[in-house]
């Protein structure tokens, strides 16, 4: 019996049928007003869809049913003598909305060990592109290839019930998340290691495996894989790898296609690919002054300078939070107490000191402070991992968590095909116009 399945269908069942009664009542209620500038400007603010495992709170960050995370660090179960939660714990959470108990998660990691086998020919894939590609391709290309075993694929040809499809997608979930860590880390080796790949240690937690796989020892990385795994793990449904994987999933393309399609949208600059972008800024900033200790007035003046040429501060900002990124705050307390004498890291810490001050001067930008991306690159770097383009890879196996459960829910709940309505400029401009004549009409 799989406890966690027979949970999650007990609960999507009660769900749908509330949420049945609830849109039969007030299903032409209205929840907002779109303005033209959200018609043009990406949609952004509209709710418009259903995400059942996580919500952005402006103040207090990603809450994952709920939880927020300092929440969530002192709740979700942790390794022996650890002190970050598993993200296996996570899971469990995002899935079925319930703190797992120490024996649910570990059956939890004995089911992804199981799960965890990666077709040969998905190495023979990776192995036939070339190695300087980029890391997020060969993701993408990796999880492709695995579709040739989806469950939900098998069984919709077969001719399942509509009521199974999120049985499928939980088979399809639990595979793909128990074998992403050997893809990463498989692509990680091949990349940069010449191929030396490094076996998997059964006996590991998710994430402790993922790092040992990695090629990077120690008890306190294994702990920052953990603790980085969980806190990039979901976003609310409407940042765009979310959104793209359930936009994907909503034709009911299996797990594996919707996933790879959400990864790209992971891999553009403007979402997931700034991580690696702060780390460049970081590296150029020190190559310019000349030391790999600058001052604050060293840094301060290279601030002003980069604003002064029109370019923005990568890892400053956040188009909903109000605060500093709690991801953020979560990594500074992992660095305080176990790499507080580090180099890169106090420079990510001198510009925490003066990065606000001179955004909140400019007067323009809503949120001065740092986001989650302004310190994991750094901690990468001082745990050797200096190949930023890789740094999304990680992001992406931690994402999937997310989006993966969310797709389970999807389907659980019988989410229709998504399928917004478009309108061009000329639409829009008669629009506008008849709007005026009516006003006139009416004065």
Not at 23 to 34: C, N, P
Not at 169 to 187: C, F, G, H, K, Q
Request: aromatic share 10%; glycine share 8%.
């Amino acid at each position: 019996m799989d406890p966690l399945k027979q949970k999650f269908g007990e609960k999507a069942n009660a769900l749908r049928t509330k949420m049945k009664a609830m849109l039969k009542v007030h299903g032409a209620d209205k929840v907002d007003e779109v303005t033209i500038k959200q018609v043009f400007g990406g949609m952004r603010g509209v709710k418009s869809m259903v995400w059942e495992t996580s919500q952005l709170d402006p103040n207090d960050g990603i809450r994952f049913r709920g939880l927020s995370i300092p929440e969530l660090r002192e709740k979700l179960p942790k390794a022996p003598g650890g002190k970050e939660p598993l993200p296996e714990a996570l899971f469990w959470l995002m899935l079925v909305g319930e703190v797992p108990t120490d024996e649910q998660v570990k059956w939890l990691t004995e089911q992804w060990v199981s799960r965890s086998i990666v077709p040969d020919h998905t190495y023979k894939v990776l192995d036939a592109m070339p190695t300087d590609t980029h890391p997020m391709t060969q993701l993408t290309t990796a999880i492709s290839s695995m579709g040739t075993s989806s469950v939900f694929a098998r069984r919709y040809a077969e001719g399942m019930n509509k009521s199974e499809y999120w049985d499928a997608t939980y088979e399809d979930t639990m595979n793909l998340i128990a074998r992403l860590p050997r893809v990463a880390s498989y692509i990680y080796r091949r990349t940069y290691h010449n191929s030396e790949h490094i076996g998997p240690e059964i006996s590991l937690d998710w994430g402790a495996n993922f790092a040992h796989m990695l090629g990077v020892e120690g008890d306190d990385f294994k702990e920052f894989m953990r603790l980085y795994l969980t806190i990039h793990a979901d976003h609310e449904g409407g940042n765009a790898s979310a959104h793209t994987t359930h936009l994907v999933g909503s034709t009911l393309s299996d797990a594996y296609n919707s996933l790879s399609a959400g990864m790209g949208a992971l891999a553009g600059p403007l979402h997931g690919l700034a991580n690696q972008e702060v780390i460049k800024w970081i590296f150029r900033m020190l190559d310019t002054l000349g030391t790999r200790t600058p001052s604050k007035d060293q840094i301060k003046e290279y601030v002003n300078n980069t604003l002064a040429a029109g370019q923005v501060i990568p890892g400053y900002g956040h188009a909903v939070l109000r605060q500093p990124d709690p991801r953020f705050t979560a990594q500074k307390r992992f660095a305080e107490e176990y790499i507080a004498d580090s180099e890169i890291i106090n420079v990510v810490w001198n510009c925490f000191e003066v990065v606000p001050p001179i955004l909140k001067g400019l007067g323009k930008v809503k949120n001065p402070w740092p986001n989650v991306d302004a310190h994991s690159g750094a901690i990468l770097v001082h745990y050797g991992m200096s190949h930023y383009s890789f740094y999304t890879v990680l992001f992406g196996v931690s994402r999937a968590m997310g989006v993966l459960s969310a797709m389970c829910w999807s389907r659980a709940l019988g989410m229709p095909l998504e399928r917004p309505k478009s309108v061009t400029c000329e639409w829009v401009t008669n629009y506008l116009e008849a709007q005026k004549k009516n006003e006139a009409t009416l004065n």
